[in-house]
């Protein structure tokens, strides 16, 4: 996301901040091994680094900035999950270092394991609340996570310190229209464009339409941020689902892949994806994409279910009936994951408890009707 | 080692997608029967749709629009026009063989609508097309029709023809009418390319007269709507009389295991629906029996269905359709949900 952008731009900073800081004590053997690895880290030489730091810390494990270093010039190199274990490490000899949480959760967030990023984020702006980078970095987390509340809570005091800062009111724009806020999002969205025309700006008008099933809208808006800025983070995802709502599923499906490869775990591009090839009985590479999305938000009910069903489709019942088990558990009024709770029964050769959870669905379908008019329908 | 299948004599009709002739060339006696059944002319073109041919002026007047079906050489145009404004497009296919009615559809600025009348057999004329009742249109197209989103008309038509719907998206140049072969046994192309070139493992289809019950209403449901969908869609009341699946696995006796009580058990879904109601009782007795001590009507010992499948008005459908919820009905009970 843009503002998400601008903050890691200052975390690099902080990354190579830790990176510089002079361990020289004397010239004891370890010592001039991890001097070496600076030096050579510095220099932009990250595989040296690495392997230098790797035999300081064979020599003096509890060294946790060493250990924090190596984290870092493993991240400088692509290398996250590595950096994650470093990371950790010094973390557990140093457990209220801000830096290095602070590392360890950019390193998440890079190696788009978002809910372990927000969780060492939380604890970073627990400490920090007025810092403003880990503040952006955990909202944007949030949105990832569609914890999209969260995210107003977080930003709006933000907001009102900062009020003309633009990345923000689209942040906070965002996180207002998919929290249902529309009346207050759309007062941002009015602010950035009163600035001109703005792609930001008119993807969230886009999310604000779609959200009140105005599609054809909501399509006219993506296009003209498509025409300002096609590169946009999450554009296409958008674009995609008001191309399918609007019936143009080859136009969606290239979208959503062209969405997926900027991003390969945008979580609205997965989804949407995953819901198109489902239909197209394309199983494999829709569970894939289902499960990209979950890894983005574990606890999304919208992917679980649609795992399950893809489950049912390849045979897979029992998995089928944990996950529908857990829906139902977990909403008892989901008539949806009911109806396929008991298909999942019938294939599992369970017939009574597929037949309860038919009647389930007549009762919540009868208490539906008790409030809502009769009608004739296609 | 089983033999390889004989190489066909037959042309290679195939195209494949170019209808049921393929499956006809083995299958004669299924093909045969399948051909003039309701479901084998669930749509028309319109150039042979005997009741555009026979009703060659048809009209109705709903407020201020009038709306005229009107046959010209092997086309039926839909003319509205409201005193202001006209509105003419050709029908582009009917649907339905027109026992209960049949809606048209049409194509207008490169969608698919549906047409806001339809002929019912019952009157003999135009009137509403279910569903629409209730509602008004706004402009001089809406009261033509119903612009249906792309996906709509891809189920609309992938029901009510073959070969029109590929990845969900429709093909209208692909268009077979009816449903056919390959609507029900999927497998059906490959099957033929099998045969053509005596691969016997590749030319196995399923036996789909082996299905469970629930397989099969799942089946049969996929265009008659199955329990699933009606569910989750929460409709209710005589509107889902049209969807048997779902009133059928409503009935007290319906089992999803059960074989003796599924769609096949009473119509052969290669002929004609009988309509002679008798001939269904050797379906029920088949359960219901003094001889295997099981639940007998006191009542009568035949004509099951006349009592406990009634007949229900769908109003404005101008027809009454066969409840599939197997059911001892009361007098003055309400229809079911």
Not at chain 1, 235 to 246: E, M, Q, S, V
């Amino acid at each position: 996301m843009l503002v998400c952008g601008r903050a890691l731009a200052g975390l690099a900073g902080l990354v190579l901040g830790i990176s510089v800081i002079a361990w020289s004590q004397d010239n004891v053997s370890p010592d001039a091994v991890l001097r070496h690895a600076l030096q050579l880290h510095q220099s932009g030489d990250l595989t040296g680094a690495i392997s230098e730091y790797r035999a300081y810390l064979n020599q003096v494990p509890d060294n946790a900035m060493a250990r924090s270093n190596l984290g870092a010039a493993l991240s400088r190199a692509g290398n996250y999950e590595d950096a994650i274990v470093e990371y950790k490490k010094a973390l557990e000899q140093q457990p209220g270092n801000l830096p290095i949480r602070m590392n360890l959760a950019l390193a998440y967030y890079k190696a788009a394991k978002i809910p372990p990023a927000a969780t060492e984020l939380e604890g970073v702006v627990a400490d920090r609340p007025a810092d403003r980078q880990p503040v952006l970095l955990l909202s944007d987390c949030y949105l990832r996570l569609g914890e999209n509340r969260k995210a107003v809570d977080l930003l709006t005091p933000l907001q009102q310190q900062t009020p003309d800062d633009k990345a923000l009111d689209y942040m906070l724009g965002t996180a207002l229209i998919r929290d249902g806020q529309t009346a207050r999002g759309e007062l941002l969205v009015d602010r950035i464009l009163r600035d001109g025309d703005s792609a930001e700006a008119h993807l969230l008008m886009g999310e604000s339409k779609l959200s009140a099933n105005d599609f054809a809208g909501a399509l006219e808006e993506f296009q003209k941020a498509l025409a300002i800025d096609p590169q946009l983070p999450s554009l296409n995802g958008y674009y995609g689902t008001a191309l399918a709502d609007t019936g143009d599923v080859p136009g969606a499906e290239a979208a959503f892949r062209k969405e997926l490869a900027a991003d390969p775990n945008d979580y609205v591009a997965n989804f949407q994806l995953g819901k198109l090839l489902e239909g197209d009985g394309n199983y494999a590479e829709s569970r894939r994409c289902f499960e990209r999305a979950l890894a983005q938000r574990p606890h999304d009910r919208g992917a679980r279910y649609q795992l399950a069903l893809v489950d049912l489709e390849t045979g897979q019942a029992e998995q089928a009936r944990a996950a529908l088990e857990s829906l139902v558990g977990e909403n008892p009024q989901d008539v949806d994951a009911h109806v396929s709770l008991a298909t999942a029964y019938y294939r599992l050769k369970r017939k009574q408890e597929g037949n309860k959870q038919r009647a389930i669905v007549l009762e919540l379908n009868a208490a539906r009707r008790a409030s809502a008019p009769a009608g004739i329908s296609k | 080692m089983r033999p390889a299948l004989p190489a066909l004599f037959f042309a290679p009709v195939v195209a494949m997608g170019s209808g049921d002739s393929v499956c006809a060339a083995c299958h004669a006696q299924e093909a045969s029967h399948f051909r003039p059944t309701p479901m084998s002319q669930a749509l028309l073109l319109v150039d042979s749709c005997e009741i555009l041919k026979t009703h060659p002026d048809l009209q109705f007047q709903e407020g201020p629009y009038h709306t005229q079906i009107k046959r010209e050489g092997d086309r039926s145009i839909i003319t509205v026009t409201n005193g202001a404004e006209s509105f003419s497009v050709p029908i582009l296919y009917a649907l339905g063989q027109g026992k209960a009615g049949q809606t048209y559809v049409f194509q207008h600025d490169g969608a698919i609508y549906e047409s806001r009348v339809s002929f019912y057999n019952e009157t003999g004329g135009i009137d509403l097309t279910i569903g629409d009742q209730g509602t008004t249109p706004h402009t001089i197209v809406e009261a033509a029709g119903r612009r249906l989103v792309p996906a709509e008309a891809a189920n609309c038509l992938g029901c009510h023809s073959n070969g029109a719907v590929a990845g969900g998206i429709l093909h209208l140049d692909s268009v077979v009418p009816g449903v056919g072969c390959r609507s029900c046994h999927v497998q059906a192309d490959k099957h033929a390319a099998a045969v053509r070139t005596g691969n016997v493992a590749a030319a196995k289809m399923p036996h789909l007269a082996e299905l469970a019950a629930e397989e099969t209403l799942e089946l049969c449901g996929q265009c008659h709507r199955t329990w699933a969908q009606i569910a989750q869609s929460g409709m209710h009341g005589p509107n889902t009389v049209r969807f048997q699946p779902y009133r059928l696995t409503n009935s007290k006796c319906y089992d999803v295991e059960d074989q003796r009580i599924r769609c096949t058990t009473c119509h052969d879904p290669h002929g004609q629906i009988d309509t002679n109601l008798a001939s269904y009782d050797a379906k029920c007795t088949a359960c219901h029996s003094t001889a295997l001590h099981t639940k007998v009507c006191s009542v009568a010992k035949e004509n099951c269905a006349t009592c406990h499948m009634p007949k229900i008005d769908l109003p404005g459908a101008h027809h009454k359709f066969t409840d599939h919820q197997i059911r001892v009905v009361k007098a003055g009970e309400p229809y079911p949900n």
